[in-house]
Nanobody, 123 residues
């Protein structure tokens, strides 16, 4: 199993940018697909983006496509989420999660989760 730690959250004005990082422990990081999810107060956890083990395959939620970019550096055991043109509705706790095999956009498919990092976008 892999342990995950997110960082990079904060307070930003609408239209601004943030880059989240997800650092993993473990030698087998490169065999995991990594996803980003978010949860706003009173709402269910929702899929944001996912990247396969090689970095060659990605998928995005419609609400962030064209604004967010997921990438990974397996040499650094790190996955990034570059968030541009942020909107107040992007405000949430952002979690990264790991799964073996083909990537998914379903939270139940991910076996390891980080503790989350808060992103707040002011209008």
């Amino acid at each position: 199993q892999v342990q995950l730690v997110e960082s990079g959250g904060g307070l930003v004005q609408a239209g601004g940018s943030l880059r989240l990082s997800c650092v993993a422990s473990g030698r087998t990081f490169s065999s995991y697909a990594i996803g980003w999810f978010r949860q706003a107060p009173g709402k269910e956890r929702e899929f944001v983006a996912v990247i396969d083990w090689s970095g060659g395959g990605t998928r995005y939620a419609g609400s962030v496509k064209g604004r967010f970019t997921i990438s990974r550096d397996n040499a650094k055991n790190t996955v990034y989420l570059q968030m541009n043109s942020l909107k107040p509705e992007d405000t949430a706790i952002y979690y990264c999660a790991a799964m073996r095999g083909m990537y998914s956009n379903t939270p139940a498919d991910f076996g390891s989760w980080g503790q989350g990092t808060q992103v707040t976008v002011s209008s």
